[in-house]
Structures are given as C-alpha cells and as structure tokens.
C-alpha cells in the first residue's frame, strides 16, 4: 500500500490526480490497482489524511537531462476515494519521533514529516493497517 501528500484542492472528490509527484520510500513502485492514502498537505493548507482510493492510472515522469541526481517521479490518478472519518495530521503524529520504535505513527511521522517535502511513499502492512482504522 502507498500513501501521498500533496496539494489536495478538494478533500472530498472521489477522484485525485497528481502531476511529477517526488517518490520515496519505495514509492516509485506504485501500481494501477494498488490502495492510496492521500494526505492533503499542510504546507499547502491541508489537514492531512483526507481520503483513501485505488491507482487508477500511473506513468513515471521522464527525467530532466543534465541533471545527475533526480529523484523519481510519477503521475497518478486516484480513483472511487472514501473520506477519512477522523483527523491525522502533523500535529497527531509528531509525538512520535522515536525512530526505532516501530510503531505505525512513527513510520508515518518519518516518511511524511521530517522532511516535510510533499511525496508519494510505500507503506508497511503495520502502517496501512493502522491508516484503515481511519475509514
């Protein structure tokens, strides 16, 4: 399972697309059909987890010539989204910065927040486990 954060215009669409979204974590592996969280950036005035879907389409973004070290990017479009029923944003999850401590929040916490750059990032079974309970 995957999880994104990004600009998210509406919280509530059922369809999300993404252009030339930064991977990490394993994140360039996602697949049409694969389970999406998204995350509604709070650094573009969201409020974190908005929404959870299904890949619909995705295409890797051709890198820019000339430049040696680029992360990878995909697009991606988002399909049949259900809306989060409880709120877990950066401020519920940054309690959690023991990062040996294998809990979900934690993971989530890591891979969102400490570099607090907007991305699509793999998830542990533990992690998307834990974001169900959200729906």
Do not use: C, H
């Not at 996602?30 to 709070?42: L, R």
């Not at 934690?106 to 927040?113: A, I």
Request: charged letters at 25%; a positive charge.
């Amino acid at each position: 399972m995957y999880a994104i954060k990004a600009e998210v215009r509406d919280p509530r669409a059922r369809t999300f697309a993404f252009v030339a979204q930064k991977t990490m974590y394993a994140g360039k592996r996602v697949a049409a059909g694969d389970t999406i969280f998204v995350f509604a950036s709070e650094n573009e005035g969201g409020q974190g987890l908005v929404a959870r879907g299904v890949v619909a389409s995705v295409a890797p973004v051709a890198r820019t010539p000339g430049i040696a070290r680029q992360t990878p990017r995909v697009s991606l479009v988002i399909e049949g989204a259900v809306p989060a029923r409880r709120r877990l944003g950066r401020d519920e999850l940054k309690r959690f910065a023991d990062w040996d401590d294998g809990r979900p929040q934690t993971e989530l916490n890591f891979k969102f927040y400490r570099q607090a750059t907007d991305k699509l990032v793999g998830l542990s079974a533990r992690a998307a486990a834990f974001l169900d309970t959200f729906f």
